[in-house]
């Protein structure tokens, strides 16, 4: 289906006045060709590559920028899975050596953040993902822009029990060891990760990509919210479709930037993920979205319903106006980076409890929210072993984003700006699974497995 220019500048004008943006540009790179045994030499190449896809990668986004005025906000990278690439050069201070060098290469380049320093462990762990794990702490709270993941389960898998009950350990001694726990902000566990999300900070390139991949991820919250606003008084069909033909629109003008900027820099087109992603800007709220549908605050009782029938349109109107929809594809419900969902948490209509339900509708999961600091291990274990078992019976990605704040109780707020958002420190159910969760081993596969 040819895309017209005459469509790219209908949704331009969605620039103008709803936020419509494409929120990142993600160019996956493959790290295999760096590989050496001289562990300088296997830096330099690493650097190099990054440093010079990255730049290209700056230069043309700006170009396109300036041709159609739609603002592409984030320009990232995405690299193979680290652990993979360390096999042969496995201690904990080359891991943070491998860290700091691609958080240099992003930062010299001018790239927003770097995902991929991560691991496939949906099985179980190699002597790399292991230390990589162990490294974390250090290269969260020691490099800027380096972006981290766990893949601890698939549907054809089952779940891996034994890397979740490494993570409440991790994330707390991330937490004490980087301002505010911030560095816990980048990193990821995930179930079903898909090998060409764009968003950070479960992005990376995964193994059955080409050498270099572009894949696009665009947003447009306000532009959703704007026409459901002036759909006051339609049933849920109507407001479906209402969704699905903004999205087609959105998805669109994506796709045709994406194209042109994969032509530019001579690099394979990958993917558009259609996810509405919050910020904490104006009018680009997704719990917004929710309150116009005619809920009074989102966590409350009919939240979920609410939440499938966004998602369930914005999937659809993307997979009409792409042959390639990928990523995510769906609705993101962050805590810290969306102002609907800070003051539903603020308010009391959102709790941990509730907002679990909600993302067994929704893409991604559990995302940038705060607990007490003092909470412990086997708690946090247990949190994201239940969000992530929603992924494996419900064959969808879910995944978890944690903060566990050092010195922080229930009602408290850390405000860590810009993207990130102030984030609200939520309730913690007081009672232990802890004999539970030290029980290990993996959960199996559902039925859905033996679909072949």
């Known amino acids: 289906m040819a895309i017209t220019i005459d469509e790219v500048y209908e949704t ?87 860290a700091i060098t691609l958080d240099k290469a992003a930062e010299d380049a001018g790239i927003d953040f770097i995902g991929g320093f991560g691991a496939l462990v949906q099985k179980g762990m190699t002597a790399s993902d292991k230390l990589l794990v162990e490294s974390l702490p250090e290269v969260l709270s020691k490099t800027q822009r380096v972006c981290s993941f766990l893949n601890v389960g698939t549907n054809v898998a ?89 999205t087609f629109k959105i998805t669109r003008a994506g796709e045709l930037i994406g194209r042109e900027l994969a032509k530019n820099m001579k690099i394979p087109f990958g993917i558009v993920d259609i996810s509405l992603a919050s910020t904490t800007a104006e009018g680009d709220s997704v719990a917004r979205i929710i309150e116009q549908f ?28 792409s042959g390639n929809v990928g990523g995510l594809s769906g609705t993101f419900i962050p805590v810290s980076e969306d102002t609907g969902m800070i003051e539903a948490v603020q308010k009391g209509a959102l709790s941990l409890d509730k907002l679990e339900s909600l993302t067994s509708v929704c893409s991604v999961g559990l995302d940038m929210f705060a607990i007490p600091g003092d909470t412990p291990e086997e708690t946090i274990n247990a949190i994201i072993g239940d ?30 700006g810009g993207l990130l958002g102030n984030v609200p420190v939520m309730k913690v159910n007081k009672y232990s699974a802890k004999n539970f969760m030290r029980r290990g081993g993996r959960l199996p596969a559902p039925v859905t497995s033996m679909r072949n």
């Open 294 to 321: 005619g809920i009074e605050r989102i966590g409350t009782h009919g939240s979920t319903l609410a939440i499938a029938l966004l998602m369930d349109a914005v999937k659809k109107g993307g997979a009409m106006a």
């Open 12 to 98: 331009t004008s969605m620039t103008l006045y709803q936020n419509l943006d494409i929120r990142t540009t993600t160019l996956g790179i493959n790290l295999k060709p760096c590989i050496d045994s001289d562990f300088d030499k296997f830096r330099k190449n690493v650097y190099e590559l990054v440093y010079q896809n990255a730049r290209k990668l700056i230069d043309e986004t700006k170009k396109l920028e300036s041709k159609y005025g739609v603002p592409i906000v984030n320009k990232r990278i995405s690299v193979t899975p680290v652990s993979l690439i360390m096999e042969s050069h496995c201690t904990r201070e080359k891991y943070l050596q491998m």
């Open 387 to 416: 969000e992530l078992a929603i992924g494996i019976i419900n064959n969808k990605t879910t995944a978890v984003r944690v903060i566990p704040v050092p010195g922080k109780k229930a009602g408290d707020s850390v405000n860590y």
């Open 158 to 246: 089952g779940m891996n029990l034994d890397a979740v009950n490494l993570l409440g350990k991790m994330l707390k001694e991330t937490a004490k060891k980087s301002e505010n726990a911030i560095g816990c902000a980048k990193f990821v566990v995930l179930v079903n990760a898909p090998e060409d999300n764009p968003f950070m900070a479960g992005a990376f390139h995964g193994i059955g990509e080409a050498d270099l991949t572009l894949n696009i991820g665009i947003s447009g919250p306000g532009v959703v919210r704007s026409v459901v606003e002036k759909n006051k008084d339609g049933d849920l069909t109507d407001l479906s479709e209402t969704i699905k033909r903004t």
